[in-house]
């Protein structure tokens, strides 16, 4: 793979970094954060599917236990 290297520009107040043109755009909308060490991510925007009604319906939210069985210990004791 090889390392592309961008320098910040600015366009009136804002600073852009330039694509380049070995990375293919797959969206034209990205969410940008950047990491506690400084780095700099750009992600496509995708759809939360958790604020899909559709989503929500489709699948079953309940909780069952994994394991009948009696308690043993002090699992059940609320500290």
């Known amino acids: 793979m090889k390392i592309n290297e961008v ?11 330039t694509i380049p043109k070995s990375i293919h755009i ?3 909308d990205y969410v940008v954060f950047q990491g506690r060490h ?3 991510v ?4 995708r759809k ?4 899909d009604e559709g989503f929500i319906k489709a699948h079953d939210w309940s909780q069952r236990e994994e394991f009948s ?6 699992e059940g004791r609320i500290l």
């Open 38 to 40: 400084g780095d700099i």
């Open 69 to 74: 069985d009696t308690l043993k210990g002090l």
């Open 48 to 51: 939360n599917v958790f604020d």
């Open 26 to 28: 797959t969206t034209d």
């Open 7 to 17: 320098k910040v520009r600015r366009i009136g107040n804002s600073k852009v970094f």
């Open 42 to 45: 750009y992600a496509p925007k």
